[in-house]
């Protein structure tokens, strides 16, 4: 779920996780779900690194391709959400 609190954009995740975005596409890449983990924004944690509750200051005229993993490090491939201009993509 994701969701506009304030100035920040709140992610919540279905069980523990840490996630990192981007807002472009690394270099020398065009599609911008390709990013490294490792190598994205930190999305922070609320109640601490692996949480549910993930929460980031909002700036709508961006796009957050937004990717996270799970205690075991499982990754989904690509984005695990998009978010442009307000707009759950």
């Known amino acids: 779920r994701v969701y506009k609190e304030g100035v920040n954009l709140v992610l919540v995740t279905d069980e523990p996780s840490k996630c990192r ?20 924004n930190v999305f922070g944690a609320v109640s601490g690194a692996e949480a549910r509750i993930h929460s980031e200051s909002f700036d709508s005229s961006k796009t957050y391709y937004i ?13 695990g959400v998009v978010v442009k201009e307000g707009i759950v993509q």
Request: net charge negative.
């Open 21 to 40: 975005y981007v807002n472009l596409p690394p270099e020398g890449k065009t599609n911008a779900c390709n990013f490294e983990f490792d190598s994205g």
């Open 67 to 79: 990717k996270c993993k799970d205690n075991y490090e499982n990754e989904k491939d690509g984005c």
